[in-house]
């Protein structure tokens, strides 16, 4: 019985020193329960980056010609009584285009809310062209049977566009939407051609029968002409690296002229945060 007692304790004193050798393991400390850490990204400061756009142009031709065909036919009895420069000559049309540029601006950051503002700028080709006609027969004030065709076409090129925003987002980890809205301007050449020919016909004038054939034509054309318009959009900034991130966005651009132009893009781009 002595013997027994002697070895247990013996035993238990072993056990007890090769506890006390034994470095702390993290499964003992409850390592594998508190999780994986993760950084929040600092968006806070100002960015460049550049930019890649494809997109479609949507332009509503209609009454792009009726201030160049009233001026060509003013004082004339088939403007007076026929009203041609009022006639719907063309509609709408759209095209595809695409561009590049770049865009620089400041983020300021409370938590996860982010609040900025930003410069974007494309140049590239956007725009398109239509033409149409319309042809009517109508008598006059002066007892002439008019006999008008209105001919217009009419194009727009935009070769520049720059947009100065509001931007609000939400930061998830190193994913931050946005949402954007502010005032765009366009540079633009606008082309406008309006021809209106036909015959007048009175077979009761003085002394006889008159038959009359016209063709007027005028051209106005715009170069380097200032659109003004508003932006609006979502997008979305990747954080990559330090202060380098990706871009993909959205932007719906409307621009008011003598051509109605309202531009869809789609956009990636490279930026850097300082």
């Not at 993290?26 to 460049?48: E, K, M």
């Not at 049977?145 to 939400?170: E, H, K, L, P, Q």
């Not at 009359?212 to 170069?223: E, G, L, M, P, R």
């Not at 979502?234 to 990559?240: A, H, P, Q, R, S």
């Amino acid at each position: 019985m002595r013997k027994f007692l002697m070895a247990t304790a013996m035993l238990g004193m072993a056990h007890g020193a090769q506890a006390a050798d034994m470095p702390d393991l993290p499964v003992l400390r409850g390592a594998f329960s508190d999780g994986v850490s993760s950084s929040q990204v600092n968006w806070q400061g100002y960015y460049i980056g550049a930019q890649a756009g494809y997109g479609r142009s949507d332009m509503n031709f209609a009454g792009a010609t009726r201030a160049v065909t009233a001026r060509m036919l003013d004082g004339l009895a088939i403007e007076q009584d026929g009203q041609v420069s009022q006639w719907p000559v063309m509609g709408k049309a759209s095209q595809n285009g695409n561009g590049f540029g770049g865009f620089v601006g400041y983020n300021s950051q409370w938590d996860d809310v982010v609040i900025g503002v930003e410069l974007s700028y494309l140049h590239g080709k956007f725009g398109g062209t239509q033409s149409g006609s319309v042809g009517r027969s109508f008598v006059d004030s002066l007892g002439y049977t008019d006999g008008v065709t209105n001919y217009g076409s009419s194009s727009m090129s935009i070769t520049d566009i720059g947009t100065f925003r509001a931007r609000a987002g939400y930061a998830f980890g190193s994913f931050l939407p946005y949402m954007f809205g502010g005032v765009a301007l366009g540079q633009a050449d606008i082309i406008r051609t309006a021809r209106v020919f036909g015959q007048s016909v009175n077979v009761n004038a003085a002394p006889g029968f008159q038959y009359i054939s016209f063709d007027h034509n005028k051209t106005d054309a715009q170069y380097s002409h200032l659109l003004y318009g508003y932006s609006a959009g979502l997008g979305v900034d990747v954080n990559l690296i330090g202060g380098l991130f990706l871009r993909a966005e959205w932007e719906y651009i409307r621009f008011s002229s003598a051509v109605d132009t309202s531009i869809n893009t789609v956009r990636a781009g490279l930026g850097y945060k300082f």
